[in-house]
């Protein structure tokens, strides 16, 4: 058996060849685990697994060509340390499935090839034995595949951790959780299919038993504007059109909506309502089903539903100018279905759009809107109404996750592993206020991740009590203090401005940066930029120089958003609803509370400070997501997109921090294991501690003292060079020792397979020979026994049955049955039958007549009806002339055939004449006169009830079947008869004398057809005849050598036929 390599999607090498040639893939739990170190024999076809193993790790260009090896062979995962970089390969590898899952479970993080639950389950098991939480960080732009990878990273959790029924509706219910976030926070953005608008943090809380017991969603900063408007090829989110596509008609019927997208306001302005990739229909079932798993009953499933086709309405009322320029609603019916779907009066909600409430020194005053005011109220509260019911959303479903910690109340017997999902940088061609947040939100982590990298690798040294190399890096925190610091920070001044009295605007708000940071070196506008970056620069924009590179910034509309004022009045209307979730959303402290409420930037900044605190406070692991091209083509790489990826995810820095020290750590033992063949003295086995073994390996090995270090449990190798060298020295050695190897274990083997065989061949041969003796002894014993127990059966055959003679009887028997079964009669004809013992002659009698009517009754079955009929034919004609006449033998091989002249034989006329008498047999007879006994040629028609004599056109003599009263012939050969008719009948003349040469077939017919069978009288001498009234005729009959029918002298016909039978 031999090992040989082949690349996966995972990155493993895990193929084994049988000497029969036959390849088998082996999976984790067969024991064949090859680690990391295995894939750098072929780093030059796929690259390294591990970016610090590059040589020349401050290029760039290096490291791109190395994502792109992978990246062609499907090896979308690749590790810098322990930061996963992962690019998105727009198609299914089939890594995920449970036999990969079980692959990466339990297993050291660089034992295995890199992978998503290579980190989810280093993750999982740190959280396990140390009892400290962790958290993962997942961090891309849009497309890169960050949610899929929550995703992954949460079935992995849901199918390797311990289950109960309790744990598996909390399973169910993290991962139904997915689905609805999806469909109220994410859309179709020209970059993604499936975009998250919001950012996500999801904290799972595991028992003492590792088994998942309850979770917590944390969302930021949901795109609210998209709600309202999108950018050309862009959606609104999956909700509106799942719902209008999928939805029972009975549904939408009740929320007033139609199936039809391009009815609605909010769903047409990206042009873009339907796209072949998604599936709304599908997915809106699938919504539908999670909803019910994490804990919705059926009203607040009406109250949800109700609010998202309200979004839809108001987007849907239209605004008229009167003749003082305030706008009036012009769409009477969209408010009839607000006002039912919110649960609030129309009267209210329509005055709300078109009015405003100042409060003044205490005193109210309503003011009516213009048009533009009235479209932006309507906007507003469709964002507010949409924004708060997805925080309301979140929140529902972190009732659904809480933790009942019915265990040791009074001791924290859940730890967490928090995942973060979050938007990563972002630079379009036109960038405002939430691209401004959300790379602000980037440079917070990547500030934390520097920090938390460096800790985490200085921690290390110290531990293994190597001396620790401060390393330079670049310090973002000036950037974060630019935009987030108290009173001069670019957050301060945009509330500042936006609190202030007067005609606030975006220009001033842009002037007032520029008097306060002006001299800040990673700020820039127009005004303050040299004569030749303002070509690049407008007016109304700034620029920052983040970690990631610079970024220009539109201030148009930075206060409104900042703002995300909704007008008071539509807060009271708000408040009055009878929606159950809308009530919730619009508390009325809201109206009472005289406090301005926090602007958006504010309360992001303050909840993305809570978020680092959370962060801080756990162990983290980074997953960085790399989108390959903007067309979601599988198999193309983009090499400018992704260099901007690179260097705006910080990458580069990373390595670069991750570098500053060694490239590669290993353990003594796992390091000695591997490579301990290399050195005479370490191989096979070391007896000694493995930190002294490593030291004689790699004096061995020839290590400068620049290239190493020996800490207390592990080493560290300065230079990828170093191991590529070792490892190399590896590939080898192995050559040598597979020679040896085999050389050994085939000797080895072939000598076990013959001594074996040897073995095999012995036993067989013992145990044939005495199965040989054994059979020959008892065949012997049995012979005697079956002679001697004949011969006394033989001696005692005539008397009764007893013991000595049974066999010997049973015996003869059976001889005797089966020499009958191979020797039965074949016919009924077939008279043979063996001779019996005499003890079976009365049994062979009963035998031999169940055998005969057995035989007939077959033969019987088989006959057809027309055989039938000529049985029955001949039976009678045997029963009337067998013994008795000469000619009849003759007849017996003879079939009778049903007519001796065809209906073309017979005169029409007389056919005529007969009507519906049918001709049941007709032949051709000669009749002699009864007065001169000459010959005449007639034909005899036998019909149904009578027998006709026929002269040609001309029916000479009808004879009644009744009127017959016998038929006489000889016993001769002649062919004469005689049919006697009754002389009553004044119609006949006298009897008939007729010849036929088919008498015995004649006769037989006339006389079944007659019924007068027994009335056939067969003579020796003479036969007596009626020629006329008291008047006979006598026929005489001779023996001679020849036939001769003639008039004697004595007035007799005379008849001389030849004797063919003697009797």
Known sequence: MELQIEYIPTGEIIRVVSQNGECKTAAGSDGIRLTMESALTARDRVGVQDFVLLENFTSEATFIENLRKRFKENLIYTYIGSVLVSVNPYKDLEIYSKQHMERYRGVSFYEVSPHLYAIADNSYRSLRIERKDQCILISGESGAGKTEATKKILQYYAVTCPASDQVETVKDRLLQSNPVLEAFGNAKTLRNDNSSRFGKYMDVQFDYKGAPVGGHILNYLLEKSRVVHQNHGERNFHIFYQLLEGGED??????????????????VKGQCARVSSISDKNDWKVVRRALSVINFNDNEVEDLLSIVASVLHLGNVQFAADEQGNAQVTTENQIKYLARLLGVEGSVLREALIH???????????????????????????????????????????????????????????????????????????????????????????????????????????????????????????????VEEKFKGIISILDEECLRPGDATDMTFLEKLEETVKNHPHFLTHKLADQKTRKSLGREEFRLLHYAGEVTYSVTGFLDKNNDLLFRNLKETMCNSENTIINHCFERTELTDKKRPETAATQFKNSLSKLMEILMSKEPSYIRCIKPNDAKQAGRFDEVLIRHQVKYLGLMENLRVRRAG???????????????????????????????????????????????????????????????????????????????????????????????MKHSAITIQSWWRGTQGRRKASKKKWAVETIRRFIKGFIY????????????????????????????????????????????????????????????????????????????????????????????????????????????????????????????????VVKYDRKGYKARVRQLLLAQNAIFIVEEAKIKQRIDYANLTGISVSSLSDSLFVLHVRFEDNKQKGDVVLQSDHVIETLTKTAMSADKINNVNISQGSIKFTIGQGKEGIIDFTSGSELLIAKAKNGHLAVVAPRLNSR
């Open 356 to 482: 405003k409430t100042i409060i003044a020194k205490g005193e109210e005053l309503v003011s009516p809107l213009n048009l533009e005011q009235a479209a932006y109220a309507r906007d507003a509260l469709a964002k507010a109404i949409y924004g708060r019911t997805f925080s309301w959303l979140v929140n529902k479903i972190n009732k659904s996750l809480a933790y009942k910690e019915a265990e040791c109340p009074g001791w924290r017997s859940a730890t967490v592993l928090g995942l973060l999902d979050i938007y990563g940088f972002e630079v379009f061609q036109h960038n405002s206020f939430e691209q401004f947040c959300i790379n602000y939100c980037n440079e917070k982590l990547q500030q934390l991740f520097i920090e938390l990298t460096l800790k985490s690798e200085q921690e290390e040294y110290e531990s293994e009590g190597i001396a620790w190399e401060p390393v330079q890096y670049f310090n973002n925190k000036i950037i974060c203090d630019l």
């Open 797 to 924: 055959r005539n008397y009764p049955r007893c013991s000595e003679n049974e066999y010997f009887l049973d015996y003869i028997r059976y001889s005797f049955l089966m020499n009958l079964k191979r020797n039965l009669p074949k016919n009924v004809l077939d008279k043979s039958w063996p001779t019996p013992p005499p003890s079976l002659y009365e049994v062979s009698q009963l035998l031999r007549q169940l055998c005969m009517q057995n035989m007939v009754w077959s033969y019987c079955k088989r006959i057809s009806p027309e055989w039938k009929q000529q049985l029955d034919q001949k039976v009678v004609a045997s029963e009337m002339f067998k013994g008795k006449k000469d000619n009849y033998p003759q007849s017996v091989p003879r079939l009778f055939i049903n007519t001796r002249l065809g209906t073309e034989e017979i005169n029409p006329k007389v056919l005529q004449v007969l009507g519906n008498e049918t001709i049941k047999y007709a032949v051709p």
């Open 662 to 756: 060694f490239a590669y750590r290993r353990k003594y033992e796992i390091f000695l294991q591997r490579y301990k063949s290399l050195c005479s003295e370490t191989w096979p086995t070391w007896e000694g501690r493995p930190h002294d073994g490593v030291a004689v390996l790699v004096k061995h090995l020839g290590y400068k003292q620049e290239e190493y270090k020996m800490g207390r449990t592990k080493i560290f190798i300065r230079f990828p060079k170093t191991l590529f060298a070792t490892e190399d020295a590896l590939e080898i050695r192995k050559q040598s020792l597979a020679t040896k190897i085999q050389a050994t274990w085939r000797g080895f083997y072939w000598r076990q397979k013959f001594l074996h």
């Open 250 to 267: 009975d549904l939408l019927r009740r929320l007033g909506l139609e199936k039809n997208p391009q009815q609605y306001h909010y769903l």
